[in-house]
Every structure is written in structure tokens, then in C-alpha cells.
């Protein structure tokens, strides 16, 4: 997976750019059903350009307050989270 193009430039863009918002859609870092965290890369990636850049975080998830706790830890910024699930929220924005 790390070595994927979509990676390479995910990895390239936290790099080499600022961005005001990181918005999160449906994504929990684990596995369903688990508290394993199984994307650690992408995870401490997106928890390191917070941590430099302090973006505004949203994140939109069935479980977004628990996601939400586990990158606020050691976070000043406040993050703000829906617990609502992804597709239901992008069928709303049609």
C-alpha cells in the first residue's frame, strides 16, 4: 500500500503544502470491530501535519467522536466530529 501512486502523493501533499481544514469522511484507521490500529502510516502522517500545520479537523464517521479522541490525544487543536455515516452524509449533499 505505501508504495501506491495514491500514497506517494497523499505523503507528497502533507509534505509539501498547508492546508486550512483536514476534513476525515468515514475513515476510523481500524478494523471493523476492533480497537487494532491497522493504518498506522496514514495515521501518524495525518496526526504529524496536525501536530506542525494546526488545521482545523472535521471528521464525518459513524464513530467520529471516538476517532476524534484518538488524534486529539497530544493535540491542542480542537476537533470537531458528526457521528454520522459517510454515505448518508454525501447523499445529503445532493
Not at 501533499?13 to 481500524?30: A, D, H, R, W
Request: negative net charge.
Amino acid at each position: 500500500m505505501f508504495g501506491t501512486k495514491e500514497y506517494k502523493k497523499f505523503e507528497y501533499c502533507c509534505n509539501n503544502n498547508t492546508y486550512e481544514y483536514i476534513i476525515i469522511v468515514g475513515y476510523s484507521f481500524f478494523k471493523m470491530n476492533d480497537s487494532r490500529l491497522y493504518d498506522k502510516i496514514i495515521f501518524q502522517l495525518i496526526c504529524d501535519y496536525i501536530k506542525q500545520q494546526q488545521p482545523k479537523v472535521v471528521i464525518i464517521s459513524p464513530n467520529g467522536d471516538f476517532v476524534a479522541d484518538m488524534i486529539a490525544n497530544g493535540i491542542e487543536e480542537k476537533i470537531e466530529w458528526y457521528n454520522v455515516c459517510w454515505d448518508k452524509f454525501c447523499y445529503a449533499l445532493k
